[in-house]
C-alpha cells in the first residue's frame, strides 16, 4: 500500500519562498510509472492542481504557478518536493501530495497525503 | 473560480440515494475522462471513481459514476453517516493544459 506524507514550514513569510516535501513508503519516485504531483485547496474553495513530476525528471506545472515553481525528486527516490516562490496571501492552503495515474489525456489521483496547511503571512 | 461546476451543498437521509452534478464543457469534461474523490475530514482524499465509471479495489459498488456530454454525475446509494464529507470531481482541460478539479461538494447525511 503506497503512502505519503507532506511536510512544510506551516508559516512563511509573504515573498519567501515555499518549500515542502513529501515522503513516499510502498513506493519509488524514481522508479514507479506514475506522476507525482501537487494539489492545493484554499480554505472554502476547491481543489487546484499544482504540477508532477514523472521518475523521468519530467515536470509539469499549472500555467498559473508555472513561473514561480518548481517540483523536484530527491534527495532520496523516496520523496519530492515543491518549491513555490514570490509568496503571497493567494498561496494561504493545505498542500496536498499525490500519485498520479496517466490516462488518455491528463491523471487521476488514486494516493494522496493527509495534506500539510501552508499560512503566508508577515 | 473553479473551471468544474458542483453544488456546494446536498443532503439526504440514511439510506437514500444522493446524485452529484459535475458540469463542465468542450474543453474538459466532455473529450476527457472523469474522476471522484472523497474528502472525510481529517483523512487524505480517496479516489473513488476514475474513466468515468470505473471503481478503484475496496471502493463499495454503492459509489458509481457515469459521464454524458459536457456532465458527469457521482451516485451514493444507500448513504451511511460515514459517507458525510466532501466530493469532488476532476478532469483535463484540454484548453488550459492541466487537470481541473470542481469546487466540491458538501454532502450531509441527516
Known amino acids: 500500500q503506497v503512502q505519503l506524507q507532506e511536510s512544510g514550514p506551516g508559516l512563511v513569510k509573504p515573498s519567501q519562498t515555499l518549500t515542502l516535501t513529501c515522503a513516499v513508503s510502498g513506493g519509488s519516485v524514481g522508479s514507479d510509472d506514475y506522476f507525482w504531483s501537487w494539489i492545493r485547496q484554499v480554505s472554502g474553495k476547491g481543489l487546484e492542481w499544482i504540477g508532477y513530476i514523472a521518475k523521468s525528471g519530467n515536470t509539469h506545472y499549472s500555467p498559473a504557478l508555472r513561473s514561480r515553481l518548481d517540483i523536484s525528486v530527491g534527495p532520496s527516490k523516496g520523496q519530492f518536493s515543491l518549491n513555490l516562490n514570490s509568496l503571497t496571501a493567494a498561496d494561504t492552503a493545505t498542500y496536498f501530495c499525490?500519485?498520479?495515474?496517466?490516462?488518455?489525456?491528463?491523471?487521476?489521483?488514486?494516493?494522496w497525503g493527509r495534506g500539510t496547511p501552508v499560512s503566508v503571512s508577515s | 473560480q473553479s473551471v468544474l461546476t458542483q453544488p456546494p451543498s446536498m443532503s439526504a437521509a440514511a439510506g437514500q440515494k444522493v446524485t452529484i452534478s459535475c458540469s463542465g464543457s468542450t474543453s474538459d469534461i466532455y473529450y476527457n475522462f472523469v474522476s471522484w474523490y472523497q474528502h472525510l475530514p481529517g483523512t487524505a482524499p480517496r479516489l473513488l471513481i476514475y474513466e468515468n465509471n470505473k471503481r478503484p479495489s475496496g471502493v463499495p459498488g454503492r459509489f458509481s459514476g457515469s459521464k454524458s456530454g459536457t456532465s458527469a454525475t457521482l451516485d451514493i446509494s444507500g448513504l451511511q453517516p460515514g459517507d458525510e464529507g466532501d466530493y469532488y470531481c476532476g478532469t483535463w482541460d484540454n484548453a488550459l493544459k492541466a487537470d481541473v478539479f470542481g469546487g466540491g461538494t458538501r454532502l450531509t447525511v441527516l
Open positions: 499525490a500519485r498520479g495515474v496517466a490516462v488518455a489525456a491528463g491523471l487521476y489521483f488514486d494516493f
